[in-house]
Protein backbone atom coordinates (compact mmCIF):
# COMPACT_ATOMS: atom_id res chain seq x y z
CA UNK A 1 0.00 0.00 0.00
CA UNK A 2 1.18 3.17 -0.60
CA UNK A 3 2.43 5.19 2.19
CA UNK A 4 1.56 8.83 1.44
CA UNK A 5 -1.92 10.70 1.00
CA UNK A 6 -2.88 13.37 -1.23
CA UNK A 7 -5.90 15.27 -1.57
CA UNK A 8 -7.24 14.34 -4.59
CA UNK A 9 -7.77 17.00 -6.81
CA UNK A 10 -6.83 21.02 -7.36
CA UNK A 11 -6.62 23.40 -9.91
CA UNK A 12 -4.62 26.49 -10.44
CA UNK A 13 -3.92 29.75 -12.35
CA UNK A 14 -1.72 29.68 -15.05
CA UNK A 15 1.84 31.30 -14.80
CA UNK A 16 0.49 31.02 -10.03
CA UNK A 17 2.24 28.88 -8.15
CA UNK A 18 0.96 25.25 -7.84
CA UNK A 19 1.59 23.66 -4.27
CA UNK A 20 0.70 20.40 -4.18
CA UNK A 21 0.57 18.55 -0.69
CA UNK A 22 1.52 15.10 0.35
CA UNK A 23 1.17 13.43 3.96
CA UNK A 24 3.50 10.88 4.45
CA UNK A 25 3.38 10.63 8.40
CA UNK A 26 4.39 7.29 8.93
CA UNK A 27 8.15 7.71 6.47
CA UNK A 28 11.28 6.09 8.48
CA UNK A 29 14.85 7.95 8.53
CA UNK A 30 16.02 6.05 5.61
CA UNK A 31 13.10 7.11 3.33
CA UNK A 32 13.14 9.49 0.73
CA UNK A 33 10.21 11.33 -0.88
CA UNK A 34 9.93 11.32 -4.43
CA UNK A 35 7.47 12.65 -6.95
CA UNK A 36 6.61 11.72 -10.14
CA UNK A 37 3.89 13.39 -12.54
CA UNK A 38 1.70 11.52 -15.52
CA UNK A 39 0.33 13.53 -18.16
CA UNK A 40 -2.82 12.07 -19.88
CA UNK A 41 -1.64 8.94 -21.77
CA UNK A 42 1.91 9.15 -20.79
CA UNK A 43 3.94 7.42 -18.94
CA UNK A 44 4.93 9.04 -15.39
CA UNK A 45 7.69 11.36 -15.65
CA UNK A 46 10.42 11.79 -12.70
CA UNK A 47 10.08 14.77 -10.82
CA UNK A 48 12.49 15.38 -8.17
CA UNK A 49 13.38 13.93 -4.73
CA UNK A 50 14.67 14.55 -1.23
CA UNK A 51 15.16 12.92 1.94
CA UNK A 52 15.07 15.93 4.46
CA UNK A 53 16.49 18.92 2.92
CA UNK A 54 14.49 21.53 0.67
CA UNK A 55 15.50 20.49 -3.07
CA UNK A 56 15.26 22.69 -6.05
CA UNK A 57 15.85 21.93 -10.11
CA UNK A 58 14.34 23.07 -13.34
CA UNK A 59 10.97 21.96 -13.12
CA UNK A 60 9.92 22.22 -9.43
CA UNK A 61 10.79 22.99 -5.39
CA UNK A 62 10.55 19.90 -2.83
CA UNK A 63 9.79 21.30 0.49
CA UNK A 64 9.90 18.99 3.37
CA UNK A 65 8.71 19.53 7.04
CA UNK A 66 11.34 19.47 9.69
CA UNK A 67 9.97 16.00 10.86
CA UNK A 68 9.21 14.96 7.24
CA UNK A 69 5.66 14.02 7.81
CA UNK A 70 4.79 15.99 4.81
CA UNK A 71 6.05 17.96 1.83
CA UNK A 72 4.98 19.94 -0.31
CA UNK A 73 5.93 20.29 -4.44
CA UNK A 74 5.63 23.85 -5.76
CA UNK A 75 5.71 24.30 -9.37
CA UNK A 76 6.93 28.07 -9.67
CA UNK A 77 4.91 29.52 -12.86
CA UNK A 78 2.40 26.40 -13.87
CA UNK A 79 1.67 26.40 -17.54
CA UNK A 80 -1.63 24.57 -19.31
CA UNK A 81 1.18 21.87 -20.12
CA UNK A 82 1.01 21.04 -16.37
CA UNK A 83 -1.82 19.50 -16.36
CA UNK A 84 -1.84 15.76 -14.88
CA UNK A 85 -1.78 13.48 -12.35
CA UNK A 86 1.25 14.11 -9.28
CA UNK A 87 2.04 10.78 -7.30
CA UNK A 88 4.25 12.14 -4.02
CA UNK A 89 6.32 8.35 -3.32
CA UNK A 90 7.92 7.49 -0.47
CA UNK A 91 10.76 4.82 -0.91
CA UNK A 92 13.42 3.25 0.85
CA UNK A 93 16.87 5.34 0.78
CA UNK A 94 18.97 1.88 0.52
CA UNK A 95 17.82 1.02 -3.32
CA UNK A 96 19.67 0.12 -6.02
CA UNK A 97 18.29 -0.05 -9.86
CA UNK A 98 18.36 -3.89 -9.32
CA UNK A 99 15.65 -2.70 -6.07
CA UNK A 100 14.02 0.32 -7.28
CA UNK A 101 9.99 -0.77 -7.13
CA UNK A 102 8.00 2.14 -7.11
CA UNK A 103 4.43 2.32 -4.94
CA UNK A 104 1.96 4.72 -6.67
CA UNK A 105 -1.48 5.66 -4.65
CA UNK A 106 -3.81 7.51 -6.83
CA UNK A 107 -2.27 10.61 -6.63
CA UNK A 108 -3.44 14.15 -7.11
CA UNK A 109 -4.66 15.42 -10.07
CA UNK A 110 -3.98 19.21 -11.10
CA UNK A 111 -6.00 21.37 -13.31
CA UNK A 112 -4.11 24.55 -14.64
CA UNK A 113 -6.63 26.79 -15.88
CA UNK A 114 -6.09 29.67 -18.33
CA UNK B 1 18.67 9.06 -27.57
CA UNK B 2 15.91 6.74 -27.82
CA UNK B 3 14.27 6.24 -24.45
CA UNK B 4 11.61 3.45 -22.80
CA UNK B 5 9.70 2.14 -26.14
CA UNK B 6 7.16 -0.30 -25.69
CA UNK B 7 4.93 -2.51 -28.05
CA UNK B 8 1.94 -2.84 -29.27
CA UNK B 9 0.82 0.37 -28.17
CA UNK B 10 -2.60 -0.57 -28.24
CA UNK B 11 -4.34 -4.35 -28.35
CA UNK B 12 -7.59 -5.87 -28.24
CA UNK B 13 -7.97 -9.31 -26.69
CA UNK B 14 -10.82 -11.77 -25.37
CA UNK B 15 -11.27 -13.28 -22.29
CA UNK B 16 -9.29 -16.55 -22.01
CA UNK B 17 -6.73 -15.41 -24.80
CA UNK B 18 -2.91 -15.27 -23.92
CA UNK B 19 -0.91 -11.61 -24.97
CA UNK B 20 2.83 -10.98 -25.04
CA UNK B 21 4.09 -7.49 -24.46
CA UNK B 22 7.12 -5.91 -25.44
CA UNK B 23 9.82 -3.53 -24.13
CA UNK B 24 13.13 -2.14 -24.88
CA UNK B 25 14.71 -0.07 -22.11
CA UNK B 26 16.77 3.57 -21.81
CA UNK B 27 19.97 2.88 -23.99
CA UNK B 28 22.34 2.18 -21.01
CA UNK B 29 20.22 0.89 -18.81
CA UNK B 30 19.90 -2.80 -17.56
CA UNK B 31 17.27 -3.34 -15.21
CA UNK B 32 13.49 -3.28 -16.48
CA UNK B 33 10.05 -3.05 -14.23
CA UNK B 34 6.57 -3.71 -15.19
CA UNK B 35 3.46 -1.97 -13.94
CA UNK B 36 -0.42 -2.26 -14.48
CA UNK B 37 -2.61 1.09 -14.43
CA UNK B 38 -6.13 0.68 -14.12
CA UNK B 39 -8.40 3.61 -15.06
CA UNK B 40 -8.25 5.81 -12.87
CA UNK B 41 -5.55 4.10 -10.69
CA UNK B 42 -1.91 4.75 -9.97
CA UNK B 43 0.15 2.40 -11.55
CA UNK B 44 0.60 -1.31 -9.23
CA UNK B 45 4.18 -2.82 -9.33
CA UNK B 46 4.26 -6.51 -11.23
CA UNK B 47 7.87 -7.36 -11.30
CA UNK B 48 11.53 -6.37 -12.10
CA UNK B 49 13.59 -8.03 -14.49
CA UNK B 50 17.77 -7.85 -13.44
CA UNK B 51 20.64 -10.04 -15.48
CA UNK B 52 17.55 -11.93 -16.76
CA UNK B 53 15.98 -13.09 -14.02
CA UNK B 54 12.78 -11.52 -12.05
CA UNK B 55 14.30 -9.96 -8.48
CA UNK B 56 11.07 -8.15 -7.31
CA UNK B 57 7.28 -9.27 -7.79
CA UNK B 58 4.41 -7.45 -6.98
CA UNK B 59 0.74 -9.38 -6.01
CA UNK B 60 -0.10 -10.70 -9.42
CA UNK B 61 -0.96 -14.24 -10.23
CA UNK B 62 1.17 -16.64 -12.15
CA UNK B 63 -0.54 -15.52 -14.80
CA UNK B 64 1.41 -13.14 -15.37
CA UNK B 65 5.29 -13.57 -16.32
CA UNK B 66 7.90 -11.91 -17.76
CA UNK B 67 11.44 -12.16 -19.51
CA UNK B 68 14.34 -10.19 -20.10
CA UNK B 69 16.74 -10.96 -22.76
CA UNK B 70 19.97 -10.63 -23.12
CA UNK B 71 19.91 -7.11 -24.92
CA UNK B 72 18.01 -6.34 -21.66
CA UNK B 73 14.67 -6.04 -23.57
CA UNK B 74 11.44 -7.41 -21.54
CA UNK B 75 8.21 -8.58 -22.47
CA UNK B 76 4.91 -9.50 -19.88
CA UNK B 77 2.84 -12.37 -20.92
CA UNK B 78 -0.27 -12.55 -19.38
CA UNK B 79 -2.23 -16.26 -19.78
CA UNK B 80 -5.80 -17.04 -19.81
CA UNK B 81 -6.53 -13.43 -19.71
CA UNK B 82 -9.82 -11.83 -18.02
CA UNK B 83 -11.94 -8.94 -18.10
CA UNK B 84 -10.13 -7.17 -15.47
CA UNK B 85 -6.61 -7.57 -16.57
CA UNK B 86 -7.81 -4.37 -19.07
CA UNK B 87 -5.27 -1.93 -18.05
CA UNK B 88 -2.49 0.25 -19.57
CA UNK B 89 0.65 -1.79 -19.31
CA UNK B 90 3.83 0.23 -18.51
CA UNK B 91 7.71 -0.54 -18.80
CA UNK B 92 10.12 1.19 -17.03
CA UNK B 93 14.01 1.01 -17.24
CA UNK B 94 17.08 1.93 -14.92
CA UNK B 95 20.29 1.62 -13.79
CA UNK B 96 21.34 -1.75 -11.32
CA UNK B 97 24.41 0.08 -10.21
CA UNK B 98 23.46 2.06 -6.64
CA UNK B 99 22.75 5.49 -7.52
CA UNK B 100 21.29 8.14 -5.64
CA UNK B 101 18.48 9.31 -7.99
CA UNK B 102 16.08 6.68 -7.63
CA UNK B 103 14.75 7.64 -11.27
CA UNK B 104 12.86 5.35 -13.48
CA UNK B 105 12.24 6.46 -16.54
CA UNK B 106 8.65 4.97 -18.20
CA UNK B 107 7.85 4.26 -21.46
CA UNK B 108 4.69 5.23 -23.58
CA UNK B 109 2.40 2.19 -22.03
CA UNK B 110 0.81 -0.76 -23.66
CA UNK B 111 -3.10 -0.33 -23.96
CA UNK B 112 -4.83 -4.14 -23.69
CA UNK B 113 -8.94 -4.25 -23.81
CA UNK B 114 -10.03 -7.52 -22.67
CA UNK B 115 -13.62 -8.50 -24.14
Known amino acids: DAKTTQPPSMDCAEGRAANLPCNHS???????VYWYRQIHSQGPQYIIH???NNETNEMASLIITEDRKSSTLILPHATLRDTAVYYC???????????????FGKGITLSVRP | DAGVTQSPTHLIKTRGQQVTLRCSPK?????VSWYQQALGQGPQFIFQ???????QRGNFPDRFSGHQFPNYSSELNVNALLLGDSALYLC??????????????FGEGSRLTVL
Open chain 2, 92 to 105: ASSEAVTHTTGELF
Open chain 1, 26 to 32: TISGNEY
Open chain 1, 50 to 52: GLK
Open chain 2, 27 to 31: SGHDT
Open chain 1, 89 to 103: IVRDAKITGANSKLT
Open chain 2, 49 to 55: YYEEEER
